[in-house]
């Protein structure tokens, strides 16, 4: 049985919000916070003992334990405790908490996207993704192609091929992000999304009318030029992933973009941008 490199962590009182911001730095595939420790769980067993070394010299008050989880513990836990939520008129729902309402937008009617938790982010129960959601259903994206990079489950690629648009490619490194994103399709017939692995800084690419980058800070400030030049003229760019102390940064690397919408939630934020 597969097992997943993880941490335990016991806060004792620390910020739960400071670590947070803190693991932004490391390949984390997925923050379970059950009810005592959190469970960090890594893309690969080096990136968290490079955790397990770097993180408690930054917080000293928290406790750290290296785990192995087994896949189908976590998948049991999720079982337990997601549920489906609401983000304007899409629902993101797991298979054990779909609506009767589930069916394709029409007029106010919500739309319902059916995620197999995983590993990857994406369910839509991180701030980030909320957000995207958001400002996809800002967008008329009817006839338009979109690209989505960093697809994790394929919920962001799928809500864009819903709303409308006429082809969908999401892209990850991350060969089991694409693998789970490709279960998602198979849970939600009928979407006119492509899945590729590829890496965003080399692969070949052609430009779409509208890019969603749900990241981190660090990478949309490194990939900016790439993004831009992925994303078609008078196109927009939907980015998110990144936190309030990240802003200026991130914005800084898209200066000469025009801005028509930011929105938050706690301490994250996303914008939609516009080449011009």
Known sequence: MRTWPALEVSFNGGDAE???AALIDYRVAAVEEITGPWRVFFHTGAERDRALQELP????ELSFQSVDVPDDDWAAQSQAELRAIRVGDIIVAPPWDVPDSAGPLRGTRPTTIIIQPSMGFGTGHHASTRLCLA???QLDLRGLSVLDVGTGSGVLAIAASRLGASSVL???DDPDAIQAAGESLVLNPGVNVTLRTVDLRSGTLLPHDVVSANLTGGLLI???GRLQDLTTAAGHLVLSGFMAREEADVRGAYSHLAIRARTHEDEWLCV???RT
């Open 18 to 20: 400071l670590l947070q």
């Open 57 to 60: 010299r930054q917080f000293p």
């Open 135 to 137: 400002a996809l259903q």
């Open 170 to 172: 999401g892209i990850d």
């Open 222 to 224: 490194q990939a900016a």
């Open 272 to 274: 939609t941008l516009q």
